[in-house]
């Protein structure tokens, strides 16, 4: 699977930029080549956990089932949709990249055009959960 390799945490990340990039590429090519003659539309499906704070009271649970559900969804929705990463994904990735020595974060930047690409490249959402989470914040070792 992604992320398996000597880089640690790296491959993921790079494995979600090319399954993005390759559905923008064809979206993009449908559109130019097909949608003319056929009038299909095209989308995406996504999978994610629904995630829920485990204190409603408690704002750091707050806070971390709506980085939870970045992580999960939003790294896939938010590019196709508005163009980039979630902020708050590129922000916790760039730090830990930043505190394990790395030289940039794990997350690989997008271009410009990489992001007008990207961009409203679905016609719909799919969308596939079929559990909740109750989240509070975990702190990983800077390693992992």
Known sequence: PPGIGTKPGFFIYQA???VLMA???VYRMYQQEF?????????????TNWFEPKDDN??????????????R???????????DFPQSVKDRI???SAAQGLPQS???ELTEQEKEDLKGSADFLG???YTSDLVSPLDFPVED
């Open 35 to 47: 949608l003319s003659e056929q009038g299909g539309k095209v989308g995406i499906t996504l999978n």
């Open 127 to 129: 969308f596939n959960f």
């Open 94 to 96: 760039g730090a830990r």
């Open 23 to 25: 559905h923008a590429r």
């Open 73 to 83: 969804l939003g790294i896939w929705g938010s590019p196709i949709f508005n163009g």
């Open 58 to 71: 408690n704002q750091e649970d707050i806070n971390a089932a709506e980085l939870s559900q970045q992580f």
């Open 106 to 108: 794990r997350l690989p």
């Open 16 to 18: 979600i930029y090319n």
